[in-house]
């Protein structure tokens, strides 16, 4: 067992654990301090993974940005010392229903994936990325509309011209988005006047 | 790039699988010992220039030169004292929360490089990591203050975590102009462009990062929640706000956090702004780095010295960052402490306007100078410097153990191609 597949187990362990104890715990920011547990392990198990950007991400929006507002969310409406949530029997086995359902669906699509490489894939995949340390720059050349990792020209018509679209559709949805909130919030201020 | 981890793992060759592990250690050793000391002279710093600009002596009663023993007097205290729980907290989270500060502040040096390639983790987006374990740190906070049970605690929790939500847009912002400049987001490059004059320091590089270097620093420091937007303590207000309820070590954490928080973003500071680790003298930093690259081609005898470069290197960088942290120190004792609304008033109406006007001011820069000069800096060319890190970058990996041949080829051409397009743009 070398290093990594040993911080890969602590930090897959750490995340499973986390995710449990958010769904057994009751209070609301007990929770929330779960969930940054396993989303920080998340990230982690990225990092272990060398995609430091996506890991990055995942610090930053979930665990800094998503869970602190909710803390604070609760922080500002709480009505007593420490919000509780009560689970209803039929919220429980709804909720269970759901997760054997995604439990079947994940190992159906586990077992449907070929783990077992050829070993001209394995060399391939043992890939510059790592052994450059450059994994940020690809991903920002692609979003330009370059893909360096990839040769166009051998292909010819498999045009994949990058992210470029995609980040820009991504983009205007979340400045339509800013404005409805900005609406949503002035308009609730002026029924209350 | 893991120079230092490289060296350090050679030397453990012998030992069968185990040398990363064994490197890994000294370094995590190395870094606990920056954490931990950087507070214990900070905080003596704290006293003594409070002390003078009250004009007052500060610490002398303790012994040591200048009374440098007081810190030493203060954890002895901090240890001995009780662990307190009150009975109206909720006693899991208020136990963890100081660790969340601790770890979130302490992790944040992993990606730091304090010299050329003596970085514990390299990463091609380090600056991005660095400000998101840094946004970590306010949870604890927020869960200290929550936790606790108590009305000052929990006012001060909810004004850390309304501050700290506006002034991380500002921060972000105004850390993105200089790399605007340098094209990269990998700090240890970042610091590598700015060799040579000082002029190249990415502070000197156009107007706008000369005003963006000002307002980080002023958002930085309400990011560590110092004073004059110290509003999550209070003590005036909120007794002692999100820590009212801590003592002992758990209340030292707190401390201990902030104080390399502030390390932390003044070194972000020195090296996207005030050149890093390079003295911004053009002849020592030339030899500096001719030391390095010997070292790196392997020639018997220069490893010590090129070893030797590194340490002046770190010296430099840390010279700077806490030159930042005095700065700091020296505010808190000049600067009386904002209202909570003028706090609020100062990032989102003023703050965050100017850093988007630097933003945008920074991108069209280039093309007024092209359009008046027919280059786009004053300076030397930022793509010359890349060019000239990305070789020492390549000669580096060189060096790296990397097992398959025909893999290093292939790495290495990539680097060529993106570090081709990259000049191409920055030029």
């Given at each position: 067992m070398n290093g990594e597949s040993f911080l890969f187990t602590v930090f897959a362990l750490a995340t499973c654990l986390g995710a449990i104890a958010v769904v057994f715990s009751q209070t609301v920011v007990r929770m929330a301090f779960w969930l940054v547990i396993s989303l920080g392990s998340t990230a982690a198990l990225f990092f272990l993974a060398n995609a430091d950007f996506v890991g990055a991400a995942q610090l930053l929006i979930y665990v800094g940005g998503t869970l602190v507002l909710l803390v604070f969310g609760v922080m500002l409406t709480a009505s007593g010392p420490y919000l509780k949530i009560a689970t209803s029997p039929g919220e429980i086995v709804m909720g269970s229903c759901v997760g054997l359902l995604f439990l079947v669906v994940v190992y159906a699509s586990l077992n449907g994936?070929?783990?077992?490489?050829s070993p001209a894939a394995a060399t391939e995949n043992s890939n510059p990325v790592v052994a450059t340390g450059k994994t940020l720059r690809p991903i920002g050349l692609s979003f330009l509309g370059?893909?360096?990792?990839?040769?166009?020209?051998?292909?010819?018509?498999?045009?994949?011209?990058?992210y470029l679209l995609p980040f820009e559709i991504v983009s205007v949805h979340l400045l339509v988005v800013l404005i409805g909130a900005a609406y949503l919030a002035r308009a609730k201020r002026r029924a209350g006047e | 790039m893991m120079f230092a981890a490289q060296s350090i793992a050679d030397f453990f060759q012998g030992f069968g699988g185990w040398q990363y592990v064994i490197a890994a250690i000294i370094h995590a050793v190395l870094l606990v010992h920056v954490f931990a000391v950087s507070p214990f002279a900070f905080i003596w710093l704290e006293r003594k220039v409070s002390g003078r600009i009250q004009d007052r002596l500060g610490p002398?009663?303790?012994?040591?030169l200048f009374g440098w023993l007081q810190s030493l007097a203060d954890g002895i205290k901090l240890v001995q004292k009780e662990d307190l729980c009150p009975s109206a907290a909720d006693s899991m989270l208020f136990r963890s929360a100081p660790y969340i500060v601790c770890v979130s502040s302490f992790a944040a040096f992993m990606v730091l490089p304090f010299s050329h390639g003596w970085v514990a983790v390299a990463a091609d987006c380090g600056l991005f990591i660095i400000l998101a374990i840094l946004s970590l740190e306010v949870f604890g906070i927020i869960m200290a203050g929550y936790s606790s049970g108590s009305k000052w605690s929990l006012f001060g929790g909810m004004r850390e975590a309304a501050q700290m939500v506006s002034y991380e847009i500002p921060l972000a912002i105004c850390a993105l102009v200089p790399v605007i400049a340098a094209g990269s987001l990998n700090l240890g490059e970042v610091g590598g462009m700015q060799r040579g004059w000082f002029t190249n320091w990415f502070m000197f590089h156009d107007p706008f990062t000369f005003i963006a270097f000002f307002v980080y620093f002023v958002v930085a420091t309400a990011s560590c929640k110092r004073?004059?937007?110290?509003l999550a303590e209070a003590e005036s207000e909120l007794v002692g706000g999100f820590h009212t309820e801590y003592s002992g070590m758990r209340w030292s954490f707190f401390f201990m956090g902030e104080y390399a928080s502030m390390f932390a973003v003044c070194g972000i500071a020195s090296i996207l702004f005030l050149g890093g680790w390079n003295t911004g003298l053009a002849p020592i930093d030339d030899a500096l780095y001719a030391a390095r690259n010997a070292s790196i081609d392997g020639t018997s005898g220069s490893a010590a010295v090129g070893y030797l470069a590194n340490v002046i290197g770190a010296g430099v960088f840390v010279a700077k960052a806490s030159f930042g942290v005095f700065v700091q120190v020296w505010l808190r004792w000049t600067l009386p402490r904002l209202r909570i609304d003028q706090v609020m008033t100062t990032c989102l109406k003023y703050l965050v306007p100017i850093s988007c006007f630097l933003f945008l001011g920074a991108t069209l820069w280039p093309l007024i100078m092209v359009t008046g000069?027919?280059?786009?800096?004053?300076?030397?060319p930022i793509g010359d410097r890349a060019a000239q890190g990305l070789q020492e970058t390549r000669d580096g990996n060189r060096v790296a153990?990397?097992?398959d041949a025909g893999n290093l080829d292939a790495a290495q051409a990539r680097v060529g191609d993106t570090g081709h397009i990259g000049e191409g743009v920055v030029q």
């Open positions: 994936v070929n783990w077992r490489k370059s893909r360096p990792d990839q040769d166009l020209t051998s292909d010819g018509d498999t045009l994949t011209p990058g | 002398t009663r303790v012994g040591g004073a004059p937007f110290d000069m027919g280059r786009t800096t004053w300076t030397s153990r990397i097992s």
